[in-house]
């Protein structure tokens, strides 16, 4: 992203992070400013949902710190993330899949503690003409979607908690390209409207062209960074995901 360097709004310093005896999370360091969409890739085990478990506070650090917005974080519980403004959609969405659409995305709004009335109102407005396909399905049951669709309600309930920082850990999985490209045009969309992102990927170059800069993290650790279209243009970087998706041509 060009123009002036912005606020740092998550400052991740030598993170680690184990689960009993395993570490999952070696050494990472990364930072988001307010208003980029950086990306996060790397191959299956490589450690990229652990690293957001540690940011977002759904698993504690073992090491390092997160600080967001200024504030030393790494001790925070989730909850008191998202009232913060850091949110997380996770990996393999986690719906309540026997819940009407309507109610997963009031859920949302109350995960964030303050979102009643009026505001939780305004929030679902926002999020509906964002995803006018939820609209139409507001009664129905999460579970009975298609993945694209409980794709976009698993992000429009991360909105509902008016996030600063949107995390979402594996947009692509399990959808078709056309699809992924429909949820990849949204994010832009929501980035350029203002909203910080960090995307995990697996499908680095899906995630690459939509990102300003990137990390790509291999056992544990950060094994490049940098601007996303030199990382994009990178052979090695290209050749670790080899057997992933090939960039489209220009
Ligand atoms: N809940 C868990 N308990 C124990 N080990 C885990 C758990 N989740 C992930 N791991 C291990 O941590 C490492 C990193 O996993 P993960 O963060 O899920 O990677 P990625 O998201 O990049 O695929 C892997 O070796 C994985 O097996
Ligand atoms: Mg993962």
Do not use: C, W
């Not at 929030?123 to 003409?129: D, F, G, N, P, Q």
């Amino acid at each position: 992203m060009s123009g002036p360097i912005s606020e740092t709004l998550l400052d991740i310093k030598s993170l680690e992070l184990r689960y009993g005896a395993a570490v999952a999370v070696r050494d990472i360091s990364l930072t988001v400013r307010r208003g980029q969409l950086v990306a996060v890739i790397g191959n299956n085990g490589a450690g990229k949902s652990s690293l957001v478990r540690g940011a977002s506070g759904l698993v504690r650090p073992s090491g390092g710190t997160v600080t967001f917005k200024g504030e030393d974080t790494t001790r925070l519980p989730a909850h008191k993330k998202v009232a913060r403004g850091l949110v997380m959609v996770p990996e393999g969405r986690l719906l309540f899949p026997d819940q009407s659409v309507e109610d997963n995305l009031i859920l949302g709004a109350y995960a964030h503690g303050g979102l009643k009335g009026e505001k939780a109102r305004a929030a679902l407005e926002r999020v509906l003409t964002l995803f006018p396909r939820l609209k139409e399905r507001l009664a129905q049951q999460a579970g009975s979607m298609s993945g694209g669709e409980q794709q976009m309600l698993a992000i429009a309930r991360g909105l509902m908690g008016d996030p600063e920082l949107l995390i979402i850990d594996e947009l692509s999985l399990g959808l078709a390209p056309k699809i992924v490209d429909q949820l990849m045009g949204v994010l832009t969309d929501l980035n350029k409207a203002g909203l910080t992102i960090l995307l995990v990927e697996q499908l680095a170059s899906y995630a690459l062209a939509i990102a300003d800069a990137a990390y790509v993290i291999a056992n544990g650790r950060v094994a490049r960074s940098g601007p996303a279209a030199e990382l994009a243009r990178d052979p090695e970087v290209m050749a670790a995901f080899l057997g992933k998706k090939a960039p489209r041509a220009a």
